[in-house]
């Protein structure tokens, strides 16, 4: 079975400055999905960025990228130029193509509570 | 663009009622989920449904039933509450063809439930 480790229950960071968020996974399938999550007070769950595992790019969308090293099963966020909008829980989440088992669904890590401070 | 709709936002329920939480896209989404989240975890899938009238278990399902007689609508019931049942509760849905497996799940914005 497949696991999603977040070790960084909380993270801290100054406004306008960079912050890496880190998540390791445990598969021994060759192609997946991985995606993080962010998870503001109102309790929605909002698709930050996504990384085929196929593909050897890292994943960009505007000041979010991620480091995905696929022999390491790592996969970092890194959150440029803070805002404090960007306060919330970060989940890390694991997609696998196996549609002979769970269809699709995703397995979460335990998410890092990021900070913003002014 | 309603995406998936779920009530109550709120329940507070008595140990042993039941109730059904409600979830509903509009996607034409063929795989359903719901999943609970409990304090400082991330979510647990609960129930999952490839499409009408097929369910299956996921991580968590005991206390838990589902049905899924529409591509709609997927609701998830308890029966017997419990206080172990305390959580907040999120339906998602997302396409089942492989070639849109890089297509995110649309999540609903969740039922804080608190069994007393």
């Known amino acids: 079975a497949q696991t999603v480790t977040q070790s960084q229950p909380e993270m801290s960071v100054q406004e306008a400055e960079t912050v890496t968020l880190s998540c390791t996974y445990d598969?021994?399938?060759?192609?997946?999905?991985l995606f993080w999550y962010k998870q503001p007070p109102s309790r929605q769950m909002i698709l930050v960025i996504r990384?085929?595992?196929?593909?050897?790019q890292n994943a960009t969308e505007n000041r979010f990228s991620v480091n995905f090293q696929k022999a390491a099963k790592s996969f970092s966020l890194k959150i440029s130029d803070s805002q404090l909008g960007d306060a919330a829980m970060y989940f890390c989440a694991y997609r696998s193509l196996n549609y002979g088992g769970s269809q699709g669904n995703l397995i979460f890590g335990k998410g890092t509570k990021l900070s913003v401070k002014p | 663009n309603a995406g998936v709709t779920q009530t109550p936002k709120f329940r507070i329920l008595k140990i042993g009622q039941s109730m059904t939480l409600q979830c509903t896209q509009d996607?034409?989404?063929?795989?359903m989920y719901w999943y609970r989240q409990d304090p400082g975890m991330g979510l647990k899938l609960i129930y999952y449904s490839v499409g009408a009238g097929i369910t299956d278990k996921g991580e968590v399902p005991n206390g838990y039933n589902v049905s899924r007689s529409t591509t709609e609508d997927f609701p998830l019931r308890l029966e017997l509450a419990a206080p172990s049942q305390t959580s907040v509760y999120f339906c998602?849905?997302?396409?089942?063809?492989?070639?849109?497996?890089?297509?995110?799940?649309?999540f609903g914005d969740g039922t804080r439930l608190s069994i007393l």
């Open positions: 990384q085929e595992a196929y593909k050897q």
């Open positions: 996607m034409n989404h063929n795989y």
């Open positions: 598969t021994s399938e060759s192609d997946y999905y």
């Open positions: 998602a849905s997302s396409y089942s063809e492989r070639a849109r497996s890089n297509q995110p799940q649309h």
